[in-house]
């Protein structure tokens, strides 16, 4: 049995004039398996521990007590089967008073494992924090991004994983499908206006007495 160990890093505002962040570690006490055995090309997922326990908690004054996150505190993945290659991966993160919604992997690099050299896997999950019960729900709505690293110094080796959970204290942004065929149309309909007004202008000239 061996540690495992995720930093948390959460951001949001404690009051209009200001922005509030925090770190909390949580130790999962398990091995980390992967379906593929070593780091190698083919690993499409890894499983670990679900439960732990918060290793510590610091930020700005006030933030983890906000955020309900003490040492000793319960923290809990959904799942512990996690994608490590890129697409939908459905699964939260809840400690103190929060639930972070992860929903895909946006990036995963791996270098396999041989032995020669050692094996890594990278990877940052996208999500949001959907549950918050804090005062003022302080953390609530902002994105995340779950970063992950996982080692392994060569074959047979154990796996070691550490990870962070970011959040930009806003909302996720906004990408293209997202925005209304309204807007879209209204934006083409402006474009469209715009264009004949310059033509308009053009024939004006062209027609003007000299």
């Known amino acids: 049995m061996k540690s495992f160990f995720a930093g948390i890093v959460l951001a949001g505002a404690l009051s209009s004039a200001s922005a509030a962040t925090l770190t909390f570690g949580v130790n999962l006490i398990g091995s980390t398996t992967l379906n593929t055995g070593d780091i190698t090309a083919a690993t499409t997922h890894k499983t670990i521990p679900t439960a732990g326990q918060v290793s510590s908690c610091t930020g700005d004054p006030g933030a983890c007590t ?106 996720p942004p906004l990408i293209a499908k997202d925005i209304p065929i309204a807007s879209r149309e209204t934006i083409a309909l402006l474009a469209l206006l715009l264009a004949a007004a310059g033509a308009f202008r053009i024939r004006r000239r062209v027609r003007a007495p000299r």
């Open 66 to 171: 906000t955020a309900g996150i003490v040492t000793g505190g319960a923290a809990t993945f959904s799942t512990g089967t996690l994608n490590t290659t890129l697409g939908p991966d459905a699964f939260t993160v809840t400690a103190g008073l929060m639930t972070i919604s992860f929903t895909n992997v946006e990036q995963a690099i791996i270098v396999a494992t041989t032995s020669m050299s050692s094996g890594s896997i990278s990877l940052h999950y996208r999500g949001t924090i959907t549950g918050d019960s804090s005062v003022g729900h302080t953390f609530l709505g902002q994105s995340a991004l779950l970063s992950e690293t996982c080692t392994q110094t060569g074959p047979g080796a154990i796996i070691t994983c550490s990870e962070s959970v970011i959040t930009q204290g806003q909302a």
